[in-house]
């Protein structure tokens, strides 16, 4: 049940991920043109590509870890299945551990800058830094929810 509510959540997670980067690509296409085709400067594109390229971005990390898509460095590789399920736990444990503390600092960290304002777009720059904890915090989910499996991407 839960590990189904968390594998829809993953899809909008990767839909919004997909969302943003296509309308980055889209913004760097019409900014291109505007600038060297037409001589126009439209100046809140840039920081609009760059605020989609970092929720694009931090979002494809929960969806990358749900279909164990992360990369594996595997420097005491075993055959042993007790040893290599006790290097499974501790791997999980740590990257739990490691996401817990950048959400609880990301979110921090977002708060921060919720009284400064972008310059180019006038919004709050806590939407420049609110993918951090939402990433990570999601990535907390997703690694103790998502279904059992070694990662396809590893260097093993």
């Given at each position: 049940m839960l590990q189904t509510w968390v594998g829809r959540l993953v899809g909008v997670t990767r839909f919004a991920a997909a969302s943003a980067f296509?309308?980055?690509?889209?913004?760097?296409?019409?900014?291109?043109?505007n600038r060297y085709a037409l001589g126009w400067s439209m100046f809140w594109t840039e920081e609009?590509?760059?605020?989609?390229?970092?929720?694009?971005?931090?979002?494809?990390?929960?969806?990358?870890?749900?279909?164990?898509?992360?990369?594996?460095?595997?420097?005491l590789p075993t055959d042993n299945p007790l040893v290599q399920r006790l290097k499974?736990?501790?791997?999980?444990a740590c990257s739990v551990a490691f996401c817990g503390?950048?959400?609880?600092?990301?979110?921090?960290?977002?708060?921060?800058?919720?009284p400064v304002t972008s310059p180019a777009l006038g919004i709050s720059r806590v939407w420049f830094f609110l993918p951090i904890p939402l990433s990570a915090a999601l990535s907390v989910l997703i690694l103790l929810t998502r279904p059992a499996g070694r990662s396809v991407g590893g260097f093993d």
């Open positions: 296509a309308a980055m690509i889209v913004l760097t296409l019409v900014q291109v043109i609009t590509i760059v605020l989609l390229l970092v929720w694009a971005m931090l979002l494809g990390l929960p969806v990358q870890l749900w279909h164990h898509e992360e990369i594996v460095v595997d420097v499974d736990g501790t791997n999980l503390v950048l959400a609880w600092a990301g979110y921090a960290f977002a708060m921060r800058g919720l």
